[in-house]
């Protein structure tokens, strides 16, 4: 059984060992109140699991979880904080339950039955609202020492730049989200030129905001797809860095921006390699976008769960 817990939805979906989905469902997160959060995932997973042999149960949740799969230190999207929520659920459902961060986990999800299938190192990059990071190194999720490794978008591409949410400056989440492609485009408008178009749809409707960027992006106008562009490069020159760290042989876009395809891709090449050190003499990594979509949570957060129960039955 797979759980996503998201701050406006929880999704839940039953998991084939091969990674397929045989049955989900959808319910609001009743965000501020822990215990509801509770009875939601476990009159879920009690629903869905009626009558199937469910193995393990795996949690997906935005925010920083200890190594040992446990505790939610830090949720910014629900009222959690250092919250035990695999030992209260697996007291309430009997089973083996692990919990890790959504990204990871929709990274998981990729590696083993979307765009990473057949590699052994992966990077990817899911960009939503911010930017989210996953890292399959030897086949193996990177947890790091205190479980809060792959937080890829608080990676600092712009020295002294703008403040982040985290508290830090010049996090890539500030040049390489969604939300930092609907400031460039708002900048591109003030600016005029080829900022018209992105003037006028914001004037009609009040202000921009990812469907009407798409919506220009897909009619080609040059405004858009200078936006587009300015968050590429800024990707682009994120994955130099990690390069030099991880070395993947590729990188995995997620999230609602990677739609663009290779208009969001060519660009992050073109800056990756413009960054790479020693560049020439290294091997070209594969930018790919995701495969899997919603899903990947549900899917990863299952198969996570499931790979824990057999290492350490019962
Ligand atoms: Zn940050």
């Known amino acids: 059984m797979g759980i996503d817990i998201g701050g406006t939805k929880i999704a839940g979906a039953v998991v084939s060992d091969d990674g397929q989905i045989i049955a989900e469902e959808r319910q609001p997160t009743p965000a501020g109140d822990p215990g509801a959060i509770l009875d939601v995932v476990v009159e879920m997973v009690q629903r869905?699991?009626?009558?199937?042999?469910?193995?393990?149960?795996?949690?997906?949740?935005?925010?920083?979880?200890?190594?040992?799969?446990?505790?939610?230190?830090?949720?910014?999207?629900?009222?959690?904080?250092?919250?035990?929520?695999?030992?209260?659920?697996?007291?309430?459902?009997?089973?083996?339950?692990?919990?890790?961060?959504?990204?990871?986990?929709?990274?998981?999800?990729?590696?083993?039955?979307?765009?990473?299938?057949?590699?052994?190192?992966?990077?990817?990059?899911?960009?939503g609202t911010g930017v989210g990071g996953a890292i399959v190194t030897g086949d193996r999720l990177l947890r790091g020492g205190f479980g809060t490794a792959g937080e890829l978008g608080h990676l600092r591409v712009v020295p002294d730049g703008l403040l982040c949410g985290c508290g830090a400056q010049g996090c890539l989440e500030q040049y390489g989200s969604g939300r930092a492609l609907l400031r460039?485009?708002?900048?591109?408008?003030?600016?005029?030129?080829?900022?018209?178009?992105?003037?006028?749809a914001r004037r009609r409707a009040g202000k921009l905001d990812g469907t009407i960027i798409s919506g220009l992006i897909a009619?080609?106008?040059?405004?858009?797809?200078?936006?587009?562009?300015?968050?590429?490069?800024?990707?682009?020159?994120?994955?130099?860095?990690?390069?030099?760290?991880?070395?993947?042989?590729?990188?995995?876009?997620?999230?609602?921006?990677?739609?663009?395809?290779?208009?969001?891709?060519?660009?992050?090449?073109?800056?990756?390699?413009?960054?790479?050190?020693?560049?020439?003499?290294?091997?070209?990594?594969?930018f790919v976008v995701a495969e899997l979509g919603n899903d990947a949570g549900v899917v990863g957060a299952a198969d996570l769960a499931r790979i824990h129960a057999k290492a350490a039955p019962g």
């Open 48 to 127: 869905l699991g009626a009558d199937r042999p469910i193995v393990a149960t795996g949690v997906a949740a935005a925010g920083f979880i200890d190594s040992a799969q446990s505790v939610v230190y830090y949720a910014p999207n629900i009222n959690w904080r250092n919250e035990p929520f695999r030992d209260r659920l697996r007291d309430r459902l009997g089973m083996d339950v692990t919990i890790d961060n959504d990204a990871n986990a929709a990274g998981w999800a990729e590696f083993r039955f979307g765009a990473a299938r057949d590699a052994h190192d992966m990077t990817m990059l899911t960009i």
């Open 184 to 200: 460039m485009a708002d900048e591109i408008a003030d600016a005029g030129g080829i900022g018209l178009s992105l003037a006028e």
């Open 219 to 286: 009619e080609g106008d040059p405004g858009a797809m200078s936006a587009l562009r300015q968050l590429g490069h800024g990707l682009g020159q994120a994955c130099a860095s990690l390069s030099a760290v991880l070395d993947p042989e590729l990188f995995v876009f997620g999230g609602g921006v990677s739609i663009a395809g290779d208009l969001l891709l060519d660009p992050v090449r073109e800056s990756y390699l413009a960054h790479l050190p020693a560049r020439g003499f290294h091997p070209e990594p594969r």
